[in-house]
T-cell receptor
């Protein structure tokens, strides 16, 4: 089945630094979603990207869909301790309502 | 809206016992998903339903696991008999699916933390 890769699984940054992570697929994606899970919490939907090259912003978070629709990036400007958590990308497989989630990247922020 | 409701939030049981996890999806959603999350294996999809019908249960680990959705507002995940390796956080999620190629966001419940001793 369709898979998406998120590497690395962990990243540590100093508060105030920028952070970028990627979600990669070997096949063309119809769309991609991003979720955030705080420590001890549950995944929460952040954004959905559909169009090639699409860019969406949520405050300090910028999401981009690759031109070839095979990858996506999440960029956080000036990280804060509130950004800690695991960020998952998820893709629609085209089979009914199923989403396939990546392994996620866990971000820690040193104050 | 109260969001997706799961119960119990925590369950501690002994090996061999039956465990039943419950989920109430968001009203109006017609897709329901059961996930399991562990440190080792990450977030795994166990089974999902569309319009109360199981669509794909290929993620169910083995016959000890079963799931039902008797109506649009309730689903259960049962483990019988439970084993220590079943210890994990189990999430239920729901979404609306219009039947086309567009996907919709999933709303996750708070999860049930299961510990099997």
């Amino acid at each position: 089945g369709q898979q998406v890769m998120q590497i690395p699984q962990y990243q540590h940054v100093q508060e105030g630094e920028d952070f970028t992570t990627y979600c990669n697929s070997s096949t063309t994606l119809s769309n991609i979603q991003w979720y955030k899970q705080r420590p001890g919490g549950h995944p929460v939907f952040l954004i959905q990207l559909v169009k090639s090259g699409e860019v969406k912003k949520q405050k300090r978070l910028t999401f981009q869909f690759g031109e070839a629709k095979k990858n996506s990036s999440l960029h956080i400007t000036a990280t804060q301790t509130t950004d800690v958590g695991t960020y998952f990308c998820a893709v629609y497989t085209g089979a009914n309502s199923k989403l396939t989630f990546g392994k996620g990247i866990t971000l820690s922020v040193r104050p | 809206d109260a969001g997706v409701i799961q119960s119990p939030r925590h369950e501690v049981t002994e090996m061999g016992q039956e465990v039943t996890l419950r989920c109430k999806p968001i009203s109006g959603h017609n897709s329901l998903f059961w996930y399991r999350q562990t440190m080792m294996r990450g977030l795994e999809l166990l089974i999902y339903f569309n319009n109360n019908v199981p669509i794909d249960d290929s993620g169910m680990p083995e016959d000890r696991f079963s799931a039902k959705m008797p109506n649009a507002s309730f689903s259960t995940l049962k483990i019988q008999p439970s084993e220590p390796r079943d210890s994990a956080v189990y999430f239920c999620a729901s979404s609306f699916w219009g039947g086309g190629s567009r996907s919709y966001e999933q709303y996750f419940g708070p999860g049930t933390r299961l510990t099997v001793t």
